[in-house]
């Protein structure tokens, strides 16, 4: 069963779509179960000024890319480097160990995005 937050979130995704003109952006595939994960971000400086997503999954991983985005948007780059899977996990009251898969999607594509940023 997943948490009221995880439908919150799953239900109510913030932060979805495309991003004109993006700093940086990535295309993560969960090769177990075949989730899709494309985020997109635009800085201001060394900020997070705007993150968005595009994602082709199940609830968790939609749940888990919205709930991270919210946690890193206004952030400066290194802060959200330090963005760990458990925080995702909190922000959501947990997810089903089967469901453990998509906070390891959403960390890996903000570690992609965020990789080769010089701040």
């Known amino acids: 069963m997943y948490s009221d937050e995880v439908l919150d979130q799953f239900e109510h995704p913030r932060n979805v779509g495309p991003i004109a003109a ?47 985005t919210e946690l890193v948007r206004g952030k400066t780059v290194e802060v959200a480097r330090k963005l760990c899977r458990e925080e995702i996990l909190q922000v959501l009251g947990g997810l089903p160990e089967a469901s453990m898969h998509a906070s390891h999607l959403a960390i890996e594509a903000l570690e992609a995005v965020l990789k080769g940023i010089v701040c």
């Open 22 to 68: 993006p700093d940086a952006e990535t295309l993560i595939t969960n090769p177990a179960c075949g989730d899709t994960l494309k985020l997109s971000i635009r800085l201001a400086g060394d900020r997070i000024e705007e993150i968005r997503f595009q994602a082709k999954g199940c609830v968790a991983s939609i749940a888990c890319a919205s709930a991270m």
